[in-house]
């Protein structure tokens, strides 16, 4: 079929990711109604099918999370700036993104008051009068809100003034406790990210420079996106007991004598569907992961004005339903058949169902998937427990294509040349001393942050990339957003 000028129009909004990379996410966002910019600078608002995407993430983590013994809790959103400056390290950190309340109605307040960038300071704050004895604890209390950090540069989901994430803040007995803790809900952003978003991951630690302002230590998973740039997707902190020194927070130890407590933070956001559009995404738009679809099947019934198409369409969307799948059934009869084809891979709906007057003469439907445009036919008859398999067939194959991906593009380097070379279009894998002017040297010669060192830490060579010495450290090495 021909396509009118309106379909036409309708594709061609979309820019080509090798013509501009960063033009076609921010179509996608925009053409897909994931979100919209906000009045007020450096925002955004997250529409419904974003939304979507986010609930069904959250959910993901939500139930891992309380699977672990962890409860979810509110704090406040503003902070005084005398509890925010206890932390002088921390608010180091943070102070060139604080946003201020300095006035409540007409009145000027006698003590500014953040807004919170994070909310360590409430939780220490609130735990040095919760915990009294050993007995109190773990404390494994997560939040769900949105935070405001006054960045200079901002992009839908992947870098905004004011966005949506978790925020763990646990406190432990030991120091044993937090370090298995941190490891533990990094484990659950890896396999949240991998399992459900389809998304390979590198987990490992943080330079000290890298990491978190307070932390004792700082691990990441950090995804490739198909530029070849770094996105750090989620975080998980070990504090030791720095934040519970600053907020005297000590408990009663089984020995008898005031012990301050051991804690941890951890965090991902709605940064992670900007990874899942750049990890993903086509030049026809958005691909989602069955997992994470708002939508997971589409429904169209084809020449729908002939007899019987329209209810035997209808019949198989629900028995979708009925079998646990979100299923929308597109029976609009203002756009054509290729429109609709068109808009759905534009929204990155993982699986099209196709059923015309002859397929339901055959008893059968044709399915179209959104991630290889391959096309099969299946029977009515057991639709729905095909088409569930097919949609677990899809999740696996679309994981397996991103670390196909990502791992063609991760080279060895041996020296300053070798990670300006291979950053161009993916990560440099290189031995590093752990020098802090290393670190600053290779940012500056080949334009490569450190990203994380692995935990399988098997050398690729015996001397530093830069300076030439010895080195035990492996380090990723890459540009990032």
């Known amino acids: 079929m021909a396509k009118n000028k309106k379909e036409e129009s309708f594709v061609e909004q979309l820019t080509k990711r090798d013509e501009n990379f960063a033009q076609w996410y921010t179509?996608?966002?925009?053409?897909?109604?994931?979100?919209?910019?906000?009045?007020?600078?450096?925002?955004?608002?997250?529409?419904?099918?974003?939304?979507?995407?986010?609930?069904?993430?959250?959910?993901?983590?939500?139930?891992?999370?309380?699977?672990?013994?962890?409860?979810?809790?509110?704090?406040?959103?503003?902070?005084?700036?005398?509890?925010?400056?206890?932390?002088?390290?921390?608010?180091?950190?943070?102070a060139p993104e604080v946003a201020w309340v300095t006035q409540g109605g007409k009145e000027v307040l006698p003590e500014k008051l953040a807004i919170r960038p994070t909310s360590e300071v409430l939780f220490g704050y609130m735990y040095a009068k919760w915990l009294q004895s050993w007995r109190d604890l773990p404390f494994l209390y997560n939040q769900w809100c949105s935070v405001l950090r006054w960045e200079k540069t901002t992009r839908p989901f992947l870098r905004t003034s004011e966005f949506w994430w978790q925020e763990g803040h646990t406190l432990h007995e030991t120091g044993e406790e937090s370090a298995e803790e941190t490891q533990r809900m990094l484990e659950i952003y890896r396999e949240v990210a991998e399992d459900c978003l389809a998304m390979p991951v590198l987990t490992g630690r943080k330079s000290e420079q890298e990491k978190f302002a307070g932390a004792v230590a700082t691990y990441s998973i950090e995804a490739m996106m198909q530029d070849g740039k770094a996105l750090q997707a989620g975080t998980s902190h070990d504090f030791g007991t720095n934040f519970a020194e600053v907020y005297d927070i000590k408990f009663l130890s089984r020995e008898g004598s005031l012990t301050h407590a051991h804690g941890t933070s951890w965090?991902?956001?709605?940064?992670?569907?900007?990874?899942?559009?750049?990890?993903?995404?086509?030049?026809?738009?958005?691909?989602?992961?069955?997992?994470?679809?708002?939508?997971?099947?589409?429904?169209?019934?084809?020449?729908?004005?002939?007899?019987?198409?329209?209810?035997?369409?209808?019949?198989?969307?629900?028995?979708?339903?009925?079998?646990?799948?979100?299923?929308?059934?597109?029976?609009?009869?203002?756009?054509?058949?290729?429109?609709?084809?068109?808009?759905?891979?534009?929204?990155?709906?993982?699986?099209?169902?196709?059923?015309?007057?002859?397929?339901?003469?055959?008893?059968?439907?044709?399915?179209?998937?959104?991630?290889?445009?391959?096309?099969?036919?299946?029977?009515?008859?057991?639709?729905?427990?095909?088409?569930?398999?097919?949609?677990?067939?899809?999740?696996?194959?679309?994981?397996?294509?991103?670390?196909?991906?990502?791992?063609?593009?991760?080279?060895?380097?041996?020296?300053?040349?070798?990670?300006?070379?291979?950053?161009?279009?993916?990560?440099?894998?290189?031995?590093?001393?752990?020098?802090?002017?290393?670190?600053?040297?290779?940012?500056?010669?080949?334009?490569?942050?450190?990203?994380?060192m692995p935990f399988d830490q098997t050398p690729v060579g015996d001397v530093c990339v830069c300076c030439g010495k010895p080195a035990a450290k492996v380090m990723h090495f890459g540009k990032k957003y």
């Open 27 to 94: 179509d996608v966002v925009r053409l897909t109604d994931l979100a919209d910019y906000a009045p007020v600078r450096g925002c955004m608002v997250v529409k419904p099918y974003g939304t979507a995407i986010w609930e069904l993430i959250r959910d993901e983590l939500d139930r891992r999370f309380k699977a672990t013994g962890h409860q979810n809790v509110m704090m406040p959103l503003l902070i005084p700036e005398s509890l925010l400056m206890k932390e002088a390290e921390h608010v180091e950190g943070f």
């Open 267 to 452: 965090g991902v956001s709605t940064r992670l569907i900007g990874g899942v559009i750049m990890t993903h995404g086509d030049d026809r738009g958005l691909k989602l992961p069955p997992t994470i679809a708002p939508i997971q099947v589409v429904v169209l019934p084809i020449a729908q004005h002939k007899p019987g198409v329209i209810e035997g369409a209808k019949a198989v969307a629900d028995a979708l339903v009925k079998a646990g799948l979100r299923v929308k059934f597109d029976d609009r009869d203002s756009v054509s058949a290729g429109y609709k084809f068109n808009d759905w891979e534009l929204k990155g709906v993982p699986l099209r169902l196709e059923i015309g007057p002859r397929d339901l003469e055959n008893g059968q439907l044709v399915a179209v998937r959104r991630d290889t445009f391959e096309k099969q036919t299946l029977d009515i008859t057991d639709a729905a427990e095909k088409v569930s398999a097919l949609l677990s067939t899809i999740q696996k194959d679309m994981y397996e294509s991103a670390k196909a991906m990502r791992d063609r593009r991760i080279t060895n380097a041996a020296n300053l040349d070798e990670i300006t070379a291979a950053i161009q279009g993916g990560f440099a894998r290189g031995m590093w001393c752990g020098a802090d002017e290393c670190e600053d040297a290779i940012k500056e010669k080949t334009g490569a942050y450190t990203l994380n």
